[in-house]
């Protein structure tokens, strides 16, 4: 398997970034029940290739430009290796003592690294959690909030609560609030899922402060930046904050999926989700002198997720990691100058992190639904050559072409490429026109 893996990676430039395949290909390729008598590996590898590879964009190609990227690392690929290897369940301390304690320390590290105050750290008066995704961590925080603020206008009230975010936020905060009930919370974005935009964190936590508000921010993409010193303003403020959450998946190497949630009230989380059933007591959990993660999480149940930011913070130091963002922000920044040097092209926003937003503009007194309607042919036809895969958004009333630098094979020339590539589509489209 790891042979497979190596090959994917060594040939991965070779398929189509975007999956070219048509809804149910994969139905009519397998056959309609799993097999009565085992099958050899060699057989199941070999349809892996056959029938999956076609069906898959890659996100881990170095042309992928979509969405946010999804790092990778050596560091991390063997940390879950151990990770699965021991398959611990560290529901609660003594179910995996080391799994509980190991978290504990990574989740202070990265604190460190982020500069968070002492106030988010179980060193300091808080803590810090490995939750699967961003919707969970908004999930668990949102719950602590809604049962905080029960406690002050009483149980019957549910319907007087309020949630506060801007158009901005990213979708999830809805389907979460959905989830939990309303209540009054306030959500910032430190790096927007549409334009990677930077809410404003302490004139916010002010009137957050002033109104009793329970603010958290969501930096899962932008906030990993926040460990390069000319980054670190974006949190400024974030002492006054209740909740943040970052996802090392998104730009800090790790795999899918891992979100690290600080808290600094572990003890709101602790009181709205925990459990006491007879099979799970022990005299450690009674003692309170441990942290049992299953009363910060929705789920029981969970791995050892650890070992994979450990591995990450420990083979690159603070050091490789800032590189690495730094490297991508570089990469976004050459995109954008070679978008300028083009007068049909603009930058539609200014260009945050590693995403540059722009679009097709050759005659800028047209009307914007006739420019609409070019920049969507033009991901159509950059995206059907199979060589790049970029998305879109719309923000404001403008469409606009997200160009995402982070896939973790990128380099300098697949975003020299993927600009040509670019070009070529606008001097398709255009002649066409004329
Ligand atoms: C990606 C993203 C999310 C959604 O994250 P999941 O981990 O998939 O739930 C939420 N907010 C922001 C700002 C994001 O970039």
Redesign the pocket.
């Given at each position: 398997m790891v042979d497979f893996i190596a090959d994917y990676y060594q040939n991965i430039e070779s398929y189509p970034v975007l999956s070219q395949v048509q809804p149910g290909y994969l139905r009519e390729r397998l056959p309609k029940t799993a097999p009565y008598r085992p099958e050899s590996f060699e057989t199941i590898i070999k349809d892996i290739q056959k029938d999956i590879i076609p069906g898959m964009t890659h996100w881990l190609s170095p042309n992928f430009f979509a969405f946010?990227p999804a790092t990778v690392s050596t560091a991390a690929f063997l940390g879950e290796m151990l990770c699965t290897g021991f398959n611990s369940v560290g529901f609660n301390w003594i179910a995996s003592p080391a799994a509980t304690e190991l978290e504990m320390v990574v989740m202070d590290w990265l604190a460190n690294m982020l500069k968070l105050p002492k106030s988010f750290m179980f060193s300091g008066t808080g803590g810090g959690v490995i939750q699967n995704?961003?919707?969970e961590s908004i999930l668990v925080t949102l719950i602590a909030a809604r049962d905080k603020a029960l406690d002050v206008i009483g149980i019957n009230n549910t319907c007087k609560l309020v949630v506060y975010c801007s158009d901005q936020t990213?979708s999830?905060f809805t389907k979460v609030c959905k989830l939990a009930g309303i209540y009054p919370n306030l959500c910032a974005?430190v790096?927007?899922?549409s334009t990677a935009a930077i809410d404003p964190i302490e004139p916010l936590a002010e009137v957050a402060k002033e109104f009793g508000i329970w603010f958290h921010v969501?930096a899962?993409?932008g906030g990993s930046a926040c460990i390069c010193p000319e980054f670190r303003h974006y949190f400024n403020g974030i002492e006054q904050i209740e909740s943040l959450s970052l996802?090392p998946h998104?730009w800090l190497l790790s795999y899918l999926?891992c979100?690290c949630l600080w808290v600094k009230n572990p003890s709101g989380l602790t009181k709205a989700l925990s459990t006491n059933p007879e099979y799970l007591r022990n005299r450690q959990s009674e003692s309170d002198l441990v942290v049992d993660y299953k009363d910060w999480q929705v789920g029981t149940g969970r791995k050892f997720k650890s070992l994979r930011l450990w591995m990450i913070l420990r083979t690159s130091g603070l050091v490789n990691l800032q590189s690495h963002i730094r490297s991508d922000v570089r990469m976004a920044k050459m995109f954008a100058v070679l978008v300028k040097s083009d007068p049909r092209f603009e930058i539609v926003v200014p260009r945050q992190f590693a995403l540059v937003c722009f679009r097709l503009n050759p005659y800028s007194e047209v009307g914007s639904g006739y420019i609409e309607m070019l920049n969507r042919k033009l991901l159509e036809w950059v995206n059907s050559t199979g060589r790049i895969y970029m998305t879109h958004t719309i923000v404001g009333g403008l469409y606009m072409l997200r160009f995402a630098v982070g896939a973790t094979f990128t380099e300098d020339r697949h975003v020299v490429s993927a600009w040509k590539l670019i070009r070529e589509g606008a001097d398709a489209l255009l002649k066409v026109k004329d």
């Open positions: 946010f995704t961003t919707s990213h999830t974005t790096g927007t899922t969501d899962a993409y996802s998104k999926d979100c």
